[in-house]
Every structure is written in C-alpha cells, then in structure tokens.
C-alpha cells in the first residue's frame, strides 16, 4: 500500500540544524510531489514547502525560506527537509504528504510524523 | 494572502447526530482547490475531502462538503469563500480535530486553524 515513513523524533539544542527523512513506498516516487507541514503543539498546520521529486521545482514557503532546504533521493525514494538555526519555537511534528500534481490536488497519505524539540 | 477561518472552534455534539463545520476563505477562491483534513490525537492529518465536494476513496458518505452557492460540479472558474463539511450521523469515531486548506497547486498553501469536534 502506498506509504510514506518518516525518521525518528529527535532533540536539538538552539541553533542546531536537523535533516528529517521520508521514504515513500508503494507508488512512483516522481509522479507526485512531496509536500512538508508542521504542527506545533496545541496549534494547527502550517505549511513549509514543496518538492517535485523530479527535481525541477521547489517552493518555500515565505516564513521559512532560508532556513529550510528541500532535498530528494530518487534512488531510494526519499525526500528530505533540513531546518537550520533552530529555535525553541520550531518544536513541533514534521510531517511530509504525498500531492497530486493534477487539478484537484489533494494531500494523501500523510507520513507518521516526526517529533522536534529545541531546548537548551 | 488567504486566509481561512474556520468556525466554531470546538464543536460538541452526541453520536448520531449532524454536525456542520465552516471554512471562510478571505477573499474568493477557486473551489478546486479546497480540502478538507481530519485529524485524531497522536496521528497524521487524514484526506476527507478534495476539489470542495469530492470525497477522498474509502471515507464514509456521511462526509460530504459544499462550496456554499455553487452546485457539487466542477465549472471552470467557479470560485467563492463560504464553505461546509457535514457530517451525518455522528460516529464516535468521527470526534476529531477538523482541518480546511487551500493549495493552489503551485506555491500558496495555508490551514484553517481547525475545529474540535467533541462528544
């Protein structure tokens, strides 16, 4: 079944940086993009950035650009997200989703999550 | 920038009863391209709905959503900022955080804050 698997939690100090990982299975990795969205706690999504996994495009979103750094690897179908200069702020889950690159697009599956905590 | 509020922010309902969630887009936007996200505690957001009134394969058709206004088909341009999730006869399974969102399918994505749906 179509499935996207996310790296472990993981505990950063201020300033740090952390690569996160998602590993799709199940479908044709470049046929669709790789969207990532966070959840900090007891707040809602916000929306990160996008990757088509072909390469040709990437989108940040404005609140994060310089800071975050989409990557892929289409020999093992896994996206990347690499968020530096850390702040308490930025404790949250991470979460890639799988995007229809068509009209209507649509969110699905989503990865399991990844816990950040940025404390000193 | 679009912005979606969602309303009410906590809804309480019983089991078997209707619930009606709202998503107000801040300016007119393109029906395609709302989803609705359903969310319970500890897991992944989950695809409810896609395209304002499409339901995502294998969820129940006691969700349906609306674009307030605008008959369930996709007309080119069809575009607004009122819409709805409904959700028949409320399961217990069905109590769950609540997510609008808009991508435009290139480079805008943005969340509703969400509604709790509540025993």
């Known amino acids: 079944q179509v499935q996207l698997v996310q790296s472990g939690a993981e505990l950063k100090k201020p300033g740090a940086s952390v690569k996160l990982s998602c590993t799709a299975s199940g479908y044709t990795f470049t046929n669709y993009y790789i969207h990532w969205v966070r959840q900090a706690p007891g707040h809602g999504l916000e929306w990160m950035g996008m990757?088509?996994?072909?390469?040709?495009?990437?989108v940040y979103a404005q609140n994060f650009q310089g800071r975050v750094a989409l990557t892929v690897d289409t020999s093992t179908d896994t996206a990347y997200m690499e968020v530096t200069s850390l702040r308490t702020e930025d404790t949250a889950i991470y979460y890639c989703a799988r995007v229809r690159r068509f009209i209507p697009p649509w969110f699905d599956p989503w990865g399991q999550g990844t816990l950040v905590t940025v404390s000193s | 920038e679009i912005v979606l509020t969602q309303s009410p922010v906590t809804l309480s309902l019983s089991p078997g009863e209707r619930a009606t969630l709202s998503c107000r887009a801040s300016?007119?936007?393109?029906?395609?391209?709302l989803a609705w996200y359903q969310q319970k505690p500890g897991q992944a957001p989950r695809l409810l709905i896609y395209?304002?009134?499409?339901?995502?394969?294998?969820?129940?058709?006691?969700?349906?959503g609306r674009a307030s206004g605008i008959p369930d088909r996709f007309v080119a341009g069809e575009s607004g900022t009122d819409f709805t999730l409904t959700i028949d006869r409320l399961e217990p399974e069905d109590f769950a955080l609540y997510h609008c969102?808009?991508?435009?399918?290139?480079?805008?994505?943005?969340f509703g804050q969400g509604t709790k749906l509540d025993i």
């Open positions: 395209g304002a009134f499409m339901r995502a394969s294998g969820i129940a058709d006691r969700f349906s």
């Open positions: 990757i088509n996994p072909t390469g040709v495009s990437i």
């Open positions: 300016q007119s936007i393109d029906i395609r391209y």
């Open positions: 969102q808009y991508y435009d399918g290139s480079h805008l994505c943005t």
